[in-house]
Each structure stands twice: as structure tokens, then as C-alpha cells.
């Protein structure tokens, strides 16, 4: 396993955008898929968005067309352009790697985590 490294989160107002980034230090970038998850208190953990290294991206319902996915391969980074944040996307997010060339929404198909990042959108 490789522990992933979040940066990015913090408190903004409804409405406000947010871009939220991860390192994979020491993974090979080719055939990993990165994927974002959060969870907000007392629920369960969500998926959000996720990427293969050939750009196959799906999002999570609640995101769509509001946030978006990007990597860098070169940098071995991913990225989460959140924009138009609502106070229910409130959570710690959570990247997540896997080498694998299949882009998945399952957390429990991803090895490798971050510690996670809070992100609080106040109304």
C-alpha cells in the first residue's frame, strides 16, 4: 500500500469552488486508476468521482456536472475541481489509488488511500 497525499480542503460558502489535490509519491502513474470518496458524519463513506490513466472518468450522481476530475500523469497527481459547493457536500475527502486499468466506484477495489481532507461549505 501507498499512503496518498490530499491538499486543498478548507471552509467556503455555498456557491464558493474549491480545487482539491493528491499526490501518488513512488506509484507508477501508468495502468493506476485515482478516485475521490468522501464521508460526512454519520453516514456512510461516498463515491464522488474517479479516473483511469487513459481518462475513462465517472462521477458520483450528486457531483455531476458540478465537480470535475482531472490528472496530471507527469506529476502524478489527480484533482478535484469542486464548483458550485452546496452546505450537503460537506464531508472528508478521501483520495484513493489502485493499478488497475479499470476505472471503478468501489472503494473497496482501491489499495491505497490518503488521510483525507475536510471540506466545509457553509450556507
Known amino acids: 500500500q501507498v499512503h496518498l497525499v490530499e491538499s486543498g480542503g478548507g471552509l467556503v460558502q455555498a456557491g464558493d469552488s474549491l480545487t482539491l489535490s493528491c499526490a501518488a509519491p513512488?506509484?507508477?502513474?501508468?495502468?493506476?486508476?485515482m478516485g475521490w470518496f468522501r464521508q460526512a458524519p454519520g453516514k456512510e463513506r461516498e463515491f464522488v468521482a474517479a479516473?483511469?490513466?487513459?481518462?475513462?472518468?465517472y462521477y458520483g450522481d450528486d457531483v455531476k456536472g458540478r465537480f470535475t476530475i482531472s490528472r496530471d500523469n507527469t506529476k502524478t497527481m489527480v484533482y478535484l475541481q469542486m464548483n458550485s459547493l452546496k452546505p450537503e457536500d460537506t464531508a472528508v475527502y478521501y483520495c484513493?489509488?489502485?493499478?488497475?486499468?479499470?476505472?471503478?466506484?468501489?472503494?473497496?477495489?482501491?489499495?491505497?488511500w490518503g488521510q483525507g481532507t475536510q471540506v466545509t461549505v457553509s450556507s
Open positions: 479516473i483511469s490513466w487513459s481518462d475513462v472518468i
Open positions: 484513493a489509488g489502485d493499478q488497475s486499468w479499470i476505472t471503478s466506484r468501489y472503494d473497496y477495489e482501491y489499495d491505497d
Open positions: 513512488g506509484r507508477t502513474f501508468s495502468h493506476y486508476i
